[in-house]
């Protein structure tokens, strides 16, 4: 048990579909991460939240959209995804953001399909 | 650029000891971590290190060299279920994460 939950695990959609992913993190960390993960890659990351505010967007498709109204809970909300978007979607939250030792803890992630 | 290697697969016998390397290119430097990753499982972390020299944690040992861009996970006294991904992780000089894409080690009786 991470302390970090992601819902769904597995994900279906077509190409003109609306999801969402939800994160969730019982740790009281002040730092929320989302991760691309495709076969043999490395790790993607995607947008990072501290205290709530967006700190980072690394030119992600907008068909992406990350949301964080609280400082437990992170969103993904796609819409109009692409193939090659399938991949494992990877929650993480760190006690900090932008300090050198502060690991992060991920969830387990969603694996996400688009057909 | 900036970039992380790693082998991409290392095989290893139960009870045995393996090393899996990583260099690094950055720009600047803020500590290196290790994380180990089962199959359809999250990510764990297993190490950090900042300063140059060997840290050990059990059967696992991680060791830097700054000057080198080098580190190491050594495991020691090898178990089925050590077989995963390990990967390494480089904390640059904007404190942003950069990953590498894992070491599978794959552990046979």
Not at chain 1, 45 to 53: A, K, R, T
Not at chain 2, 60 to 78: A, H, I, V
Not at chain 2, 102 to 109: A, M, R, V
Request: hydrophobic share 30%; aromatic share 12%.
């Amino acid at each position: 048990e991470t302390g970090v939950t992601q819902t769904p695990r597995h994900l279906v959609m077509g190409m003109t579909n609306k999801k969402s992913l939800k994160c969730e993190q019982h740790l009281g960390h002040n730092a929320m991460y989302w991760y691309k993960q495709s076969a043999k890659k490395p790790l993607e990351l995607m947008f990072v939240y501290s205290l709530e505010e967006r700190v980072e967007n690394n030119s992600v498709p907008s068909r992406f959209s990350p949301e964080c109204p609280n400082s437990s809970h992170l969103f993904l909300h796609l819409h109009t995804l692409q193939p090659e978007d399938s991949a494992l979607y990877l929650c993480a939250s760190s006690q900090d953001y932008g300090t050198g030792g502060s690991e992060q803890y991920f969830g387990p992630g969603t694996r996400l399909t688009v057909t | 650029g900036q970039n992380i290697d790693q082998p991409t697969e290392m095989t290893a016998t139960e009870g045995a000891i393996v090393q899996i390397n990583c260099t690094y290119q950055t720009s600047g430097f803020n500590g290196l971590f290790w994380y180990q990753q089962h199959a359809g499982e999250a990510p764990t972390f297993l190490s950090y290190n900042v300063l140059d020299g060997l840290e050990e944690k059990g059967r696992f040992s991680s060791f830097l060299s700054r000057s080198k861009g080098y580190s190491y996970l050594l495991l020691k006294e090898l178990q089925m279920k050590d077989s995963a991904s390990y990967l390494c992780a480089v904390r640059g000089g904007n404190y942003q994460l950069i990953w590498g894409a894992g070491t599978k080690l794959i552990i046979k009786p």
